[in-house]
């Protein structure tokens, strides 16, 4: 019964190709994220989705592209994947509490290596 | 320019005795701050919030401290046990509601029996 799940948890793949990762919450969450933690492992915000609406888009590439075909899911495609896209990515979901902040709920990653 | 720092890439304590993990931030606009604990493969959890208008915030063994005229917070664990060794993320935000989270780098915490 996980709450966020992510899939794959490791990823490995050549330059050049084309991958996607998939995210699911069943929180029941109007909120959802992506992270990525980078070598230096500062976790930084790329993405954020409200009710299939996109509301945070950080400087990421366009190579980058997130899906929410509704609320409760959201993946992450990444076309002409490079060396320097290696990293964890972490999916996360919140609840709108109408102002009051809500918590953070996240996956447990996916581990992308790029060779 | 990361303006969220946590300086101490690592800590090692002895269980039973009192972890302190720091977090210096830069921009003065922040006004939520929060700590997250991660265990290996697993995602980060939420542990405990302060907002800008407290200095304290306690909840059982886990104590955050907020300094704003030093931009810096402490999370505070006594007595420290075996399960708090994990890795420690501090985050802070412009507002309440806000959606986007600036998170450190993360403290390695080693609790030694």
């Known amino acids: 019964d996980t709450a966020v799940s992510q899939t794959p948890k490791y990823l490995v793949t050549q330059m050049g190709n084309d991958k996607s990762i998939k995210c699911e919450q069943n929180?029941?969450?109007?909120?959802m994220y992506w992270y990525k933690q980078d070598s230096k492992k500062f976790l930084k915000i790329m993405f954020s989705?409200?009710?299939?609406?996109?509301?945070i888009n950080e400087t990421v590439p366009n190579r980058f592209s997130p899906k929410s075909p509704d609320k409760a899911h959201l993946n992450l495609h990444i076309n002409s994947l490079e060396l320097g896209d290696s990293a964890v990515y972490f999916c996360a979901s919140s609840q709108d509490q109408g102002g009051a902040w809500e918590k953070l709920f996240f996956g447990s990653g996916t581990q992308l290596s790029v060779l | 320019d990361q303006q969220v720092k946590q300086n101490s890439p690592s800590l090692s304590v002895q269980e039973g005795r009192i972890s302190i993990l720091n977090c210096d931030y830069t921009?003065?606009?922040?006004?939520?701050f929060l700590w997250y604990k991660k265990y290996p493969a697993e995602g980060p959890t939420f542990l405990i919030s302060i907002s800008s208008i407290k200095d304290k915030n306690e909840d059982g063994r886990f104590t955050v401290f907020l300094n704003k005229s030093a931009k810096h917070l402490s999370l505070h664990i006594v007595p420290s046990q075996p399960g708090d060794s994990a890795v420690y993320f501090c985050a802070a935000s412009k507002r309440r509601g806000a959606q986007k989270l600036v998170f450190g780098q993360g403290t390695r915490l080693t609790i030694n029996p």
């Open positions: 989705y409200n009710n299939k609406e996109l509301i």
């Open positions: 929180l029941g969450h109007d909120t």
């Open positions: 921009n003065s606009m922040f006004d939520y």
